[in-house]
């Protein structure tokens, strides 16, 4: 894997993209087949959105930091945050039942990052920051 194990931005609207060229980057890296990298990204940038809009309600100046590394066979995603805390177990199951301009907009990210992933954890201190750990398994690295 490349020797750049973190990338740390700030929480600018305009820095998803370079996220998700690192996140590529780095699962690449790691061996994950295109599916698996794609929904690594997708994952990433979902919970890098909400951190942006919500932890720091749309404030681009505060610390965002992205880390990607093996851990076993699984491509371990960390993110970062500074901002408000959040309660993941307060966000309502997405309703698909409801006809789709019925629905309200948003609250999908949380949902989405659960399917994607393997796992998803979240943690939350007032001195280490929000964070939210994802795994997916990972095939052979690349050197």
Do not use: W
Not at 25 to 49: I, K, N, P, Y
Not at 63 to 68: N, Q
Not at 111 to 132: C, E, I, K, W
Request: hydrophobic fraction near 40%.
């Amino acid at each position: 894997m490349p020797a750049q194990p973190e990338l740390c931005v700030t929480s600018n609207i305009q820095n998803l993209a370079q996220i998700a060229e690192f996140v590529a980057g780095r699962a690449a890296a790691a061996g994950l087949d295109e599916e698996s990298a794609f929904d690594v990204q997708m994952a990433v940038d979902e919970a890098c959105t909400n951190s942006i809009l919500h932890a720091y309600n749309g404030d681009a100046d505060g610390e965002l930091r992205v880390c990607c590394y093996l851990d076993g066979s699984e491509f371990v995603v960390e993110i970062t945050d500074f901002g408000q805390p959040f309660n993941p177990d307060a966000v309502p199951e997405p309703d698909f039942s409801s006809p789709l301009e019925e629905r309200t907009i948003g609250g999908l990210g949380v949902y989405l990052m659960r399917r994607l992933m393997d796992s998803v954890q979240f943690t939350f201190s007032p001195h280490a920051g929000n964070q939210v750990v994802m795994r997916k398994a990972a095939g052979e690295p690349r050197p």
